[in-house]
């Protein structure tokens, strides 16, 4: 019911930045023994240590700052595309990420599925020895694109003509240190 990945498993601790996708579903609830229904209410919840934050993509100003999602579902799976950063110095070590969807069925029976993600915090310094899943990076990538053409199909043109045009004096520091090709590692 949940497929996620990391773009990287470690975030600098100060100002860190690395992406959440996710895939859920397929969407029947049932189990063994009874016939399959699909949910009617999803709610889906990323419980983040203290000091992470969240942000979903694409942006949404109704979407800023929360932590739980209402979910529509559908006939397929859907995807979504999380930002997961760090603003002011937390401290070093492993933190646990909680991904959590629950809802009801038709029949109003519950069912819950939960999923924990490991992640690294750690010194600027040893950022370099993260791994970067190119998997999860081309995925994220993706749906950005498909994000910003429906949102403004002209403007993205435009930018994806410029697209690998920009001289390193005009990226910042963390942008030419963090920079992948075809995209961004997060």
């Not at 999602?69 to 110095?89: H, Q």
């Not at 600027?124 to 190119?134: G, M, P, R, T």
Request: aromatic share 6%; glycine share 8%.
């Amino acid at each position: 019911m949940i497929k996620s990945g990391l773009t990287k498993t470690m975030l600098e601790n100060e100002e860190g930045l690395t992406h959440l996708w996710l895939q859920l579903g397929p969407w029947t609830t049932a189990r063994k023994t009874e016939k399959p229904s699909l949910p009617c209410k999803m709610k889906l919840q990323l419980v983040v240590p203290p000091g992470l934050y969240v942000k979903r993509l694409p942006a949404s100003a109704s979407d800023e700052g929360k932590t739980m999602f209402d979910i529509v579902p559908g006939d397929t799976e859907c995807e979504m595309v999380f930002e997961l950063f760090t603003t002011s110095p937390v401290p070093c070590g492993s933190r646990t990420l909680i991904i959590s969807l629950s809802g009801t069925d038709e029949g109003g029976r519950p069912s819950r599925w939960e999923q924990e993600l490991t992640l690294a915090i750690a010194e600027e310094d040893e950022i370099d020895e993260a791994c970067v899943n190119a998997d999860i990076v081309e995925k994220v990538n993706r749906i950005q694109l498909v994000a910003d053409e429906e949102e403004q199909p002209f403007l993205n043109a435009y930018q994806q003509a410029l697209h690998g045009l920009a001289l390193p004096s005009t990226m910042s520091e963390l942008e030419r240190k963090y920079r992948i090709e075809g995209g961004y590692a997060g």
